[in-house]
């Protein structure tokens, strides 16, 4: 499943691009293309067809991201939201009780009346960008450290800032090539969305965990939302048609979408170091929560009904970055870098104008050095509980106090007055938690911090005092009163002195520990974070001096446009596998055994069905994990299917595009409608569907 | 804990080695020496004492090796034997009940007529090497594939028969420098083995997991066994005496057991095998196990009592392995092995009486890339769980069942008349099954090989049919009888007649896949160990032929003895870490919460206890997994430690011994006498081994 999540999600509010406008394309399927970049010459000259600006504005207008981590897009003027059935299940999960399960049970709606609220969702349509490169880059001239870290920060703020202080607007500042290049991203933000339809899990995930990342696949994995604005579904005018007839083999596709981020631009240096730091720390670590959590659910149906949704973070993660893994083990794939990087060192180095990047490339290897020394505390003290559950509740709590009595420009990024909009209604959201699962998370944490850092690290033993971590887990989660939104709120809106005054365990516990977290990070992005923006620039810089060419900066979970085809491939037995699948071909599959087991609705249909309707299919579009939830679009920008998966082969695809091998998979739009009207009956929303076409 | 549960655990009863007597020695502590090869002369002229022949015998006689994966010795001439706690916890899990937990509250016992018999334990004193070179590489010689593994089996079992029938014997052919020399090991059997102590996990675990592979260190790591003959203690004259006053820093000590196994010689090619393709599987394999297991145990006492013993394995083979994992990933490290082969080769080419061997290194290269393909499937068909267990009695069973028609010599090495008389045992111990604990392995071993293996493949296709994995492994485990030894043995005594007339659904399953299994062996054994084996063979007469010198072989899991001295060493922080702690320290360290909870006798028997008696030393000696429960001894011979554990930097020890900072971790002799007598009461124990220094 290509959602964002991936080894280094530190997307925040404040996470930086750029664009390049005068260089120019390469002949590749290659390119995840930002909007204002869209190499729509070399489409023109490969496959005859030319996107307009009328046309991209269209696409980029009709496109969503997610902020949890996918894409989405309109598919009707009322708001109608179309994305993955894995882009939502947080939202049915949290809609559902121990007495109705829709997670397996589906989610559906006979009415607009009956879509029901998601407690925390926000959809951001990409409004405009503008390049702030000069901005951003005099603010940085000259510094190093901590004070380059601080005059960006400053700068984001400003910079936000002048795009409006109304809550229903985001800008993110984007850097583009690894810092090379700086645009401001203005979004319209919905937050009132709500759930219309979810198939259930079994059909939405079918083939579950062996089958994910692999191709032919069957499943049916839609979600359905709609946006509303003032308790009404919001006038979406631009909106994805749906397609009459569905895609044909070999025929032109889009994808417009968040890919979440590529590493395609890193040095050797670099990926040497996520070889041999990040993928051995990053992915038993995965491995072992996986493995607490498939026990964890098979305590019963509550538990299951709890755990579910991360458990298959989990799967789909560890499968994801294993197959990224395998690329940087891969001696020929690593021999194909090197030459890459040495062709540009050498061209560097024979022209005396581009001396002054001739030393990235070192720098950016002493750094990883230092970044050595640093990573493993530092991946301790920025853990997923300190962001996330009933202690990121806590630790957001404590730090929005203390960053509130400065003024904007100062604050950390996450901290910013616009930034603020989105964690007070995180804050407000009434999300259920589930103290178990909680417990668990935190005794995980806890158990790795000492394990990685060592039982007498000063750090650990404040943490722990004479608590085992389970046993300390225990007392923050059962005394703490963070799961009540009310407190929540009170102790947000109370500041300081509310903090202050607080002698809830969690509150207590962040509060102990949030300066050791903010000094962690502080040291990395001085020492780490810094010195790498300024090399990268340089070789950003000195990758457009000599090629003069445009290629596709490395994802940021910003919107992005791919072209490609509808196209089979080979697979590691060199086997040619067709790009589409069939509707019969699912209960052909299923067993009756999870994850091959089918829901009673798609069995009670079955007859009703067009079994030879394509199902899913692969095309060539370079996509990555965010991408989850893009429509795959004609050339007359129609819904041809939906993006939920790439092939094995895709997954090294954070490191570089395989033309011959990588491929996307979607659900056939096809497959989509026949299912909606004769699985699921979901006519006003099939008619609005429709209806839109016209 | 340097026990013996290393990534290649195909330890069996045909292991092989060889020892090559006329090789000199070299001048350093590094070396893991077999008896009749032990560098005396070396160890004169460093510290002026000459081990004579006699002072080998006397050590070599009192030295035991625990079948599953351990080290120990005698120390009383009625048959008293020392180890670890962590080398008996499974006998004291095996002997506990619901009712009773030995493993939390600790095993003793007042006088003789208490020890309890551990259900399936073997004690092997090594009486005898013989060198068999000629007789093997004479069988081997012009053979390939399955041929050579053939002429192999053949020769050891014939071999085997020459040393006698008797139950009481056992023969190993051992291959030393992977091929290089084969060597016979007769053996003297002991399997009434009875349990006389076992402190609280807590206390011979003090600190867990992340105290593990650490020092300072204050563990309490001594289980006490002993070896009886015709239902009395054994006459055993050779036993190793208890010092009157310990060790001193700097002085002389020798460690005698058997570490498991060492890749110091393999090659480039393999060492980059096992960074890229046996680390990342196994360690993200052991780590999802192991998270399963740390929630399996929460459920309640009595699954913590049944998993307790395999989570604490899964944790050390982990900690174990990462270590191994970073000494691949250091490039300093990598340079060093790649240098150290590159001199040889350098050498080898320039002689031309040399040139036989000059392939040798790029024949291992390419056999990696045989391996490569074959290595994912192997593991998948030689997992743990077909050898464990109650499947690993049903494939025991099955296959037991077809080799005993064969001739003795056209058998599998497993299934020799030697070695079916370990099978019979293992088939007939009354050992408990704890059939949710098998549920869970079993499943896990089914969703990983239909994860790795993917789940159209044909063998994946026949073990599930359309059963999901827990379904198998919930049908497999509560239909059969297996966990009944009467049911065992009645099906192995009625042969194939009776394997083809069981309905038991797990020796069904067994039957239908034993061919599958053995297939893949024989695949893989002909063309990834036939020709690993010819041409290490090669590399080891090269290094004899350039260096004229001796080494010691890689491990084998067969006894050897290592010197060096009491030392302290530098740590991480390049602080220094003295090489002995005391018992006062236990009592600091201590926090009341697990894993640094202290038993009520210790908290008890605080006051009378010698707070400043040595606990815990570190030691220079070379020794890797296998030797826990080695003796650690003066030159007198007397026992002045236990060894149990390395340090951090042991870990790498895998691929080479750093005589800087690799330290061996031993329990202190004197700790033990007073925690044997004052805390634990254990007179008759206490009083037989002071008695035995006279």
Not at 217 to 239: C, H, S, V
Not at 538 to 551: D, L, M, N, P, S
Request: glycine share 8%.
């Amino acid at each position: 499943m290509t959602d964002c999540r991936s080894k280094h999600t530190t997307l925040f509010a404040g996470a930086l691009i750029v664009l390049l406008a005068l260089i120019q394309p390469l002949l590749a399927e290659e390119g995840m293309w930002t909007f204002n970049n869209f190499p729509s010459k070399t489409v023109a000259e490969k496959y005859g067809f030319t996107p307009s600006q009328a046309w991209l504005d269209h696409v980029r207008l009709s496109s969503l991201r997610i902020a949890g981590g996918c894409s989405a897009s309109f598919i009707s003027p009322q708001g109608l939201v179309m994305t993955n059935h894995h882009c939502v299940v947080e939202c049915v999960e949290q809609l559902s009780t121990p007495q109705q399960n829709f997670v397996n049970e589906g989610f559906s709606t006979k009415a607009i009346a009956e879509e029901r609220k998601c407690p925390d969702f926000e959809l951001d349509q990409l409004l405009e960008i503008r390049d702030v490169t000069n901005e951003v880059q005099s603010a940085l001239a000259g510094k190093t450290g901590d004070e380059a870290n601080h005059a960006l920060h400053a700068m984001t703020a400003a910079l936000q800032h002048s795009c409006g202080t109304e809550a229903n607007i985001r800008c993110d500042v984007v850097s583009l090539y690894h810092g090379g290049l700086y645009n401001l991203y203005r979004y319209k933000r919905y937050t009132d969305v709500r759930l219309v339809f979810a198939p259930e899990f079994s059909v939405a995930q079918f083939g579950g965990d062996p089958d994910n990342f692999n191709f032919p696949r069957f499943d049916f994995d839609i979600g359905l939302l709609r946006a509303y604005e003032a308790d009404k579904p919001a006038a979406t005018p631009d909106y994805l048609r749906w397609s009459a007839n569905g895609s044909t083999d070999g025929e032109l596709v889009f994808v417009s979408g968040n890919p979440g981020g590529t590493s395609r631009q890193l040095t050797m240096a670099q990926l040497a170091f996520e070889r041999d730091y990040v993928f051995p720390y990053v992915l038993t670590n995965i491995a072992e929560l996986r493995g607490q959590l498939e026990q964890f659910i098979t305590r019963g149906p509550e538990q299951a009904r709890e755990a579910n949704e991360e458990l298959f973070y989990r799967e789909n993660a560890f499968k994801a970055l294993s197959g990224e893994q395998q690329a940087l083990l891969d001696p020929q794939f690593m021999a194909g870098k090197q030459r890459e990087e040495q062709r540009l060192r050498d061209a560097v180095s024979k022209d005396p104008k581009l001396a002054a990047y001739a030393s990235a490339w070192d720098d950016i290897a002493q750094i990883q050095e230092v970044r050595a020394q640093l990573y493993v505390r530092h991946m301790q003290l920025s853990a997923r509980a300190f962001r996330n559950g009933l202690l990121g509740y806590a630790v957001t709590l404590v730090q929005a106090a203390a960053q509130r009595t400065k003024p904007n420009t100062e604050r950390l990024p996450e901290y910013t007055d616009q930034s603020l909009v989105g964690v007070q209604e995180d804050l407000s959201a009434a999300v259920p938690i589930y103290n178990d699962l909680e417990e668990l998370n935190l005794a995980f944490t806890f158990t790795i911090m000492r394990r990685e850092l060592g039982a007498d690290d000063p750090f650990v033993r404040k943490m722990l005092g004479e608590e085992s971590p389970e046993q300390l887990a225990r007392r923050l989660v059962s005394g703490t009163r963070l799961s009540d939104p009310k407190v929540r709120e009170e102790l947000y809106n109370g500041g300081q002195s509310a903090i202050a005054a607080s002698n809830d365990p969690m509150i207590r516990f962040a509060a102990s520990i949030s300066d050791d977290l903010l000094a962690d990070r502080k040291e990395y992005e001085a020492r780490v974070d810094a010195p790498t923006r300024t090399a990268a620039e340089k070789i950003a810089k000195a990758r457009f001096a000599v090629y003069g060419t445009t290629v596709d900066p490395d994802a940021t979970f910003t919107l992005r446009l791919s072209y490609g085809t509808v196209k089979g491939f080979e697979n590691a037995e060199g086997k040619f596998v067709e790009p589409y699948t069939n509707i019969g071909g699912l209960f052909q599959r299923a067993t009756g055994a999870p994850p091959y087991r089918l829901p009673e609705s798609w069995l009670k249909a079955k007859g009703s069905l067009n079994l030879s309707l394509p199902m899913n299919l692969s095309t060539t579009n370079d996509v990555i994990g965010g991408n989850s939830g893009s429509p795959l679009i004609d050339r007359d920008a129609n819904v041809v299917g939906l993006i939920f998966d790439g092939n094995i082969f895709s997954l090294g695809g954070d490191y570089g595009y395989d033309a011959a091998k990588n491929r996307t998979i979607a659900v056939d739009s096809r497959a989509l409608l026949e299912g909606l009207r004769k699985v699921y009956h979901l006519d006003y929303v099939v008619d609005e569907i429709e209806a839109g076409r016209r």
